[in-house]
C-alpha cells in the first residue's frame, strides 16, 4: 500500500501561483511514477501532469503546459506541482497519483494509489 497525502491548496487570484506537494509514505516511493489529476464540479477527472520513477520525462497535458511544472525529490517521498500564472479554469480539486506501470501515463487507469484530493480555487 502506498499512502499519499496532498497539501498546499487554496484561493488565489487568477495570474497567481501555488505549490501542491504530495507526501507519499508505505512502500518504496522511486518505484512509482507519479502524477496529478484534476476534477472540476461536474467534470471528469483529468490529467495534468506526470513524471517517472527517475524525475525524469515530466509530461504536461496542453491545457498547463508553460505554466505548471511537476518535480518529485525521491529522498523525501514527495512529488511537487509549481502553477504559475493560474486561471479561473484551473480552479478543481487536485488529486496525486502513484503507478507502478511501465511508463506514466494519462490516464487514471494507469495508478493504483490516489490521495484524498486538494482544492485549489482560482478567483477572477
Known amino acids: 500500500q502506498v499512502q499519499l497525502v496532498e497539501s498546499g491548496g487554496g484561493l488565489v487570484q487568477a495570474g497567481g501561483s501555488l505549490r501542491l506537494s504530495c507526501a507519499a509514505s508505505?512502500?518504496?516511493?522511486?518505484?512509482?511514477?507519479m502524477a496529478w489529476f484534476r476534477q472540476a464540479p461536474g467534470k471528469e477527472r483529468e490529467f495534468v501532469a506526470s513524471?517517472?520513477?527517475?524525475?525524469?520525462?515530466?509530461f504536461y497535458a496542453d491545457s498547463v503546459k508553460g505554466r505548471f511544472t511537476i518535480s518529485r525529490d525521491n529522498a523525501q517521498n514527495t512529488v511537487y506541482l509549481q502553477m504559475n500564472s493560474l486561471k479561473y479554469e484551473d480552479t478543481a480539486v487536485y488529486y496525486c497519483?502513484?503507478?507502478?506501470?511501465?511508463?506514466?501515463?494519462?490516464?487514471?487507469?494507469?495508478?493504483?494509489?490516489w490521495g484524498q484530493g486538494t482544492q485549489v480555487t482560482v478567483s477572477s
Open positions: 508505505g512502500r518504496t516511493f522511486s518505484n512509482y511514477n
Open positions: 497519483a502513484a503507478g507502478s506501470g511501465l511508463i506514466a501515463i494519462m490516464s487514471p487507469n494507469g495508478y493504483e494509489y
Open positions: 513524471i517517472s520513477r527517475s524525475g525524469g520525462i515530466p
